[in-house]
């Protein structure tokens, strides 16, 4: 744990059900005319139509960029910024899941400065001026980035995903109501909800943990213990469905301040490279890399497995923590993830992939955070590992 640390958040946070309604309001505090940045199944189910009436009754004017059609690209960032431009907006509202709400913090912060959102990686270029105000609404429960200072967006040319990392990306604003998370169809529950328990799992085994992002990380794995499985089995359980809200964003307030580690820095070219979901290519890794990872985050690994089963209160640490990632491949088997090869990679061709995708990890800069640091030789060994990974395996190496 580090001895000196930071902790930011976005300026105003609404939580609850039907705190969607609120977003005229607080659009009318920031500026006069919005640009609304989603998605076409947005479209479809309804939630930008609702997200434009409220905007209208609250005497706004508003454009819409709706091309977000996967998780984000430098491509939708530089169209969604014309438009911006263009429209003479001078306000953000990001609205549906990670990838809508990385695009638009991006394009927030792009709308303020110059150049091309990548030049900003690993502080190449310091961010100088204010990024444009940005109000961030989740409608799914787990990328947390409606409260983080990070966008990962792909680099088209060079099948990259860039995780950029200031405090710039923090929205403004964030609006969490967990009805608009009843939508989410189970397949994408898993992934989302699996994607907030990476998070807050690696934020409180970080190099770079501390008090506060402990509190949070804890709270939030509890709930996804209880929660996650309900919520997928039973989308209408809006108990679940509130929970898992809350969770993702404790998890995500927990990873920006305590960063995320290895998993992270593992999946993110996978994404890039085979256009795995970033929840489930976090879900592929997870359980393989705590193993990797167990010797050097004991203690913590207890605490969690505890948390998931409180009979291992009097259980040594290393049997507790054991269980933890016991734990975790079950909730993976009954949230029926696959491994790489079930998911339809072709071995030949992820081989050819792994020396890439190992230095673009340790490029990243997560797996520095990693309790066990890993040589680029290791992570390579480890994707090989995950590749036909069986979750339904319960011992731990």
């Known amino acids: 744990m580090q001895s000196f640390a930071e902790f930011r958040i976005p300026s105003v946070i609404l939580y609850g059900c039907d705190s969607f309604a609120k977003i005229g309001e607080q659009v009318s505090l920031l500026g006069k005319k919005a640009l609304l940045i989603s998605d076409g199944i947005m479209e479809k189910i309804g939630n930008t139509s609702r997200c434009q009436k409220f905007l209208e009754q609250a005497g706004l004017t508003h454009v819409s960029y709706l091309g977000v059609h996967s998780e984000p690209t430098d491509l939708y960032v530089e169209e969604a910024l014309e438009i911006f431009i263009q429209e003479k907006c001078d306000v953000i509202v990001g609205l549906g899941g990670g990838s809508c709400l990385d695009a638009a913090k991006a394009v927030a912060v792009l709308a303020a400065n110059e150049g091309y959102i990548g030049d900003y990686t690993g502080g190449r270029k310091p961010i100088k001026r204010k990024p444009v105000p940005l109000i961030a609404v989740p409608t799914t429960a787990g990328t947390g980035s409606e409260v983080t200072s990070v966008t990962v967006i792909t680099n088209t040319k060079e099948d990259v995903k860039m995780m950029i990392k200031d405090p710039a ?170 491994n790489i090869k079930k998911w339809g990679i072709d071995p030949g061709i992820f081989a050819r992939a792994v020396e890439k995708m190992a230095a673009d990890a340790i490029d990243s800069g997560s797996p520095a955070n990693n309790p066990r640091v890993p040589a680029q030789e290791e992570i390579a060994a480890l994707y090989d590992i995950c590749y036909d990974y069986d979750f339904s395996n319960l011992n731990v190496q």
């Not at 939508?183 to 934020?203: F, I, K, M, N, R």
């Not at 054991?322 to 009954?334: G, N, P, Q």
């Open 169 to 338: 990306f923090i929205p403004t604003v964030a609006i969490v109501d967990p009805v608009l998370t009843l939508t989410s169809p189970p397949q994408v529950t898993a992934a989302t909800g699996l994607d907030a328990l990476c998070h807050a799992v690696e934020a409180y085994i970080s190099r770079r943990a501390q008090p506060m992002t402990d509190m949070l990380a804890l709270s939030a794995i509890e709930l996804i213990s209880q929660h996650l499985h309900r919520a997928y089995k039973n989308g209408q359980d809006m108990e679940a469905r509130e929970s898992m809200a809350l969770a993702a964003m404790k998890a995500g307030m927990a990873f920006t301040n305590a960063s995320v580690c290895l998993v992270h820095g593992m999946s993110r070219p996978i994404g890039a490279v085979f256009h795995v979901p970033h929840g489930i290519s976090n879900a592929m890794l997870l359980p393989a890399v705590l193993e990797f990872s167990k010797n050097s985050c004991m203690e913590r690994l207890a605490v969690i497995g505890r948390i998931f089963n409180d009979d291992l209160e009097a259980v040594s640490d290393e049997k507790a923590a054991t269980e933890a990632i016991v734990e975790i491949k079950k909730l993976c088997l009954h949230l029926n993830i696959p």
